[in-house]
């Protein structure tokens, strides 16, 4: 079939190397290489500066915090949607990904803009002021973030809950002693090894997070490797060679974190997915405990979803900012600006739109060739070329981004796309790659071999096979891949604030100006626009997922 | 042979989606720049490295392609973040005109042999010479002077005095702009710390009743507007009098011993390729109705003839005695110290 022969395999690995792995070159040598002699003494003035060891330790912390915070809120919620009479609420589901998609700068703006002095919490109950203070440190950071990150360990934790449901807990019921040692000895486990790679990509989506850190952290003094190669980057003095060396050392962490989850993941593995569907159980529970578990999911979705969008809100209609809470004090001005046709607003959100969508089509396609290669992964070349697009998901973004920089910016280049659109959408791409390839390897490994087979006997040949039967059968996870992609390239904010071509603004980096030069309302206005079309596609997303879970049912 | 030409269709079919893809967006710069180079006569592209302010920079370009047909690409974003920009390109450099909004770095650049000197820019003699360079490298077009911006409706005893901001009554309730990302900001320590000797001290002071150092020039106003502080040091005067002007309740103070003038300078890059278009850039900067537009701006326009809008005047605003020559080399110093106390 066509996906086997090795000149596929060159030419998938090609287009991966030069747009994912050039670039990680591309800051090892700029590292490394100096007027042609391989030089460490750039990397050892690294180490020699004591920021470095603060900024680990800083960026460190904050990860295990993190993981902390995520767990406290992700845990209970995913068994309460399991466990309780609250599991047949599914629209639950899509409400508590919003602050997963919320763009995370404009989470954190819309909390320091509710806790501090005089403040909108300040303005609703006076004699608060004694919060902020509380808030406005390494706590609020980390609160900050696990709200922001929670819904990705819950999601991960729920799947697996549901499927241990079944006949796991059927025989722990006949065979075992009390209830609790049920939960102790056979639930536990097998949540063990999704819980590890569930904290394990929370800690480096931590490591990797710009936008809360930029706002929250330079406030409160907390500096952590993204804003530090940032500034590196970007403020005065511009010390690009540190900024590299920075992100090698970020690159060598991470590197280091994934093997040690493979290990660990590795011992735990058990297989929970049997062909056998979990019968859905008809569950009763005591008042208290459906009270309390509304009482929970309410309590989370105030913090996590009411407190920050009220601030934007509120910011995005307000006429004039320092009058703060008060009737009279609210216009459309804003929202009229931002459509008024050729406005600056607009203009950066179409852009932003075009970008995703480009994004979008072209993983989808590349995410397609090299789902169908990838398969299960049984060779070598197939682990290879698996790892290699799957690599972005566990590098920080701003590493890539660096790195394009370098590679697109290289003197022996005969052409080069910095500079202009296409830059973008290549970096979206590469950031971006591992959501389409994820999604359509997951809807290939739902096929069943016998469709290959008998597709391959009563097939022509091999194309229409996969024209007329396997890529109308993984439509649905492409399309749920190219959603994904899209709704995520929306919301980037650090590769477009490093790569935009001039006069060009994406809808994040807009916001983002309005906070630094200018209009605040204005860039709120926007945010909502984004966020409410997020959730739109959001909604579409899930019902093309159940769409095409009763077709094929 | 079958099989082996559908793999190559295949994979020309992958390989020129992905290219389609990204040549799609990118044509349409890419011709503009193929015309531009092919018929020097027609449509011109100018691309120009702007530091704010967000407003005018867009009137500005808005009025010049009006005025002279031809199309301006703008790059906006901070100083440092132009500079950056700079330096990551050295290998293609696409800027033709950068706007700064400190003289000191644009004295840097011109060291760096980075700039192209344009002497007979018309109007050149009427610039505030204190503010543009000699030989004609940068021209101070217009500038900010900077002050105490403070909240009318949460400050009772107005500041007059620099080091009425280490009193206690003020705990807590100052912010400054980075320096490492506002111009201006590095340009006040700088002025503030060369001309008064206990600047340091008062600094240190101000560190000590809880100074916050607060992003860029926008983003400490914006605190003082929504009432988390009181008042910022260093503010930039035009974006007080650009929310006074919207009803928000700031408003700005220069101390009576005086405080340091922040001008933004306008530069044609050496690298440039489209030098004509640069200069008529430059030119319309200075012209009275490119000046015109400065003081809409709230700005202090770089010609002394034109009339300030809503605003102090330039001979109103108490000055220390500050020179901007060679200042780069040592505004580095007096970051690195600056960092230090606060990170």
């Not at chain 1, 058990?270 to 309590?299: C, H, M, N």
């Not at chain 1, 992964?377 to 698996?386: A, C, V």
């Not at chain 2, 980075?114 to 101070?140: T, V």
């Not at chain 2, 007059?160 to 340009?187: C, F, H, M, R, Y």
Request: aromatic share 12%; net charge neutral.
């Amino acid at each position: 079939m066509i996906m086997e022969s090795r000149r596929s395999f060159g030419l998938l690995l090609t287009i991966v190397a030069t747009f994912a792995i050039a670039p990680l070159i591309a800051i090892v040598y700029y590292t490394f290489v100096h007027d042609g002699i391989f030089d460490v003494s750039q990397f050892s003035r690294m180490f020699a500066n004591e920021r470095l060891w603060q900024t680990l330790g800083n960026s460190l912390l904050l990860g295990v915090l993190v993981i902390l915070g995520t767990t406290i809120l992700a845990l209970p919620m995913a068994f309460i949607r399991t466990k309780t009479t609250l599991q047949k609420y599914d629209w639950l589901d899509i409400v508590l990904t919003i602050p997963f998609m919320t763009p995370p700068y404009i989470g954190s703006m819309g909390w320091i803009l509710f806790m501090q002095n005089n403040g909108f919490l300040q303005q609703l109950v006076p004699g608060t002021a004694w919060l902020s203070d509380a808030f406005f440190s390494l706590f609020g950071m980390v609160m900050v973030m696990s709200l922001h990150l929670f819904p990705f360990l819950y999601l991960m934790l729920k799947n697996t809950l549901l499927r241990i449901n079944g006949s796991f807990l059927d025989a722990a019921l006949i065979f075992g002693r009390s209830s609790l040692r049920n939960w102790l000895q056979v639930i536990l486990p097998l949540l063990i090894s999704s819980y590890v790679l569930g904290i394990l990509l929370i800690f480096i989506k931590t490591l990797a997070e710009f936008g809360t850190p930029a706002t929250f952290g330079s406030r409160i003094g907390f500096q952590v490797f993204t804003t530090e190669i940032h500034a590196y980057l970007s403020r005065w003095p511009v010390d690009i060679r540190m900024a590299t060396s920075l992100s090698v050392f970020l690159l060598s962490v991470c590197l280091i974190i994934w093997y040690f989850q493979n290990l660990i993941g590795r011992k735990f593995t058990y297989s929970v997915l049997s062909g056998k569907t979990p019968a859905a159980r008809e569950i009763k529970d005591k008042w208290f405990i459906q009270l309390g578990s509304w009482f929970y999911v309410g309590f989370v979705l105030l913090f996590a979803i009411g407190i920050p969008y009220f601030s934007i809100i509120v910011t995005s209609l307000q006429k004039v900012r320092g009058d703060g809470l008060r009737a009279g004090n609210f216009t459309l001005a804003s929202y009229q600006a931002v459509f008024t046709s050729g406005s600056a607003g607009l203009t950066a959100f179409i852009n932003s739109v075009v970008f995703s969508i480009f994004t979008a089509v072209i993983t989808a396609i590349i995410g397609l060739f090299i789902a169908l290669y990838i398969k299960k992964g049984e060779t070598k070349k197939q682990q290879l070329l698996d790892f290699f697009s799957l690599m972005p998901n566990i590098i920080p973004g701003i590493v890539f981004v660096v790195g394009l920089i370098m590679f697109w910016n290289a003197p022996w280049l005969p052409a080069t796309i910095y500079n202009t659109k296409a830059m973008v959408v290549v970096t979206y791409c590469v950031l971006f790659l591992p959501y389409a390839v994820q999604y359509t390897k997951s809807s290939l490994s739902q096929l069943d071999q016998s469709i290959f087979q008998s597709a391959a006997i009563f097939g022509r040949n091999s194309w229409d096979v996969y024209r007329a039967i396997i890529i109308p059968l993984l439509m649905q996870g492409i399309l749920a891949g190219m959603m994904m992609t899209f709704i995520i390239s929306m919301r980037e904010l650090v590769a477009g604030l490093l790569i935009l071509p001039p006069s060009v603004e994406t809808g994040a980096t807009f916001i983002y100006s309005q906070f630094e030069q200018g209009n605040v309302g204005i860039g709120m206005a926007v945010a909502v626009i984004t966020v409410a079309m997020t959730v739109v596609f959001m909604f579409l997303l899930n019902w093309l997922q159940r769409w095409g879970g009763h077709v094929r049912a | 042979m079958k099989k082996r030409f559908k793999l190559l269709a295949t994979a020309s079919f992958l390989v020129a989606l992905t290219l389609a893809g990204c040549n799609a967006t990118k044509s349409t710069d890419s011709v503009k720049n193929d015309a531009a180079s092919a018929k020097p006569n027609e449509v011109q592209t100018l691309t120009v490295y702007s530091a704010g302010p967000d407003g005018l920079a867009a009137n500005i370009q808005q009025a010049f392609e009006e005025k002279t047909g031809m199309k301006v690409e703008m790059f906006q974003g901070t100083t440092g973040k132009i500079l950056s920009r700079l330096e990551a390109e050295k290998n293609n450099p696409v800027a033709d005109v950068v706007v700064l909004a400190s003289i000191a770095s644009m004295d840097g650049l011109k060291e760096a042999n980075q700039l192209q000197s344009y002497k007979e820019a018309e109007n050149a003699s009427k610039m505030n010479p204190d503010w543009s360079d000699a030989e004609g490298y940068y021209y101070g077009y217009s500038a900010s002077a900077l002050g105490i911006a403070y909240n009318t409706k949460n400050t009772k005893d107005i500041p007059s005095e620099w080091t009425d901001l280490a009193k206690a009554q003020w705990q807590g309730k100052i912010n400054i702009p980075d320096p490492s990302l506002s111009g201006s900001a590095v340009d006040f320590i700088y002025g503030y710390t060369e001309a008064e000797k206990s600047a340091w001290d008062t600094i240190q002071a101000w560190k000590n009743n809880g100074l916050q150092v607060n992003g860029a020039n926008k983003e400490a106003l914006d605190a003082v507007i929504t009432g988390d502080k009181n008042a910022t040091i260093s503010g930039v005067d035009y974006m007080a009098y650009k929310a006074k002007a919207s009803g928000e309740p700031v408003e700005i103070v220069y101390p009576k011993s005086g405080t340091v003038v922040s001008p933004r300078a306008v530069g044609i890059m050496k690298d440039a390729k489209n030098v004509e278009g640069a200069q008529a850039y430059v030119n319309f900067l200075l012209s009275d109705e490119g000046q015109k537009l400065v003081t809409e701006a709230y700005l202090l326009p770089g010609n002394h003839d034109i009339a300030v809008k809503d605003r102090a005047a330039l001979d109103e605003i108490p000055q220390l005695n500050v020179s901007w020559k060679g200042s780069e080399a040592k505004q580095l110093d007096i970051l690195t110290k600056f960092n230090d106390i606060f990170r």
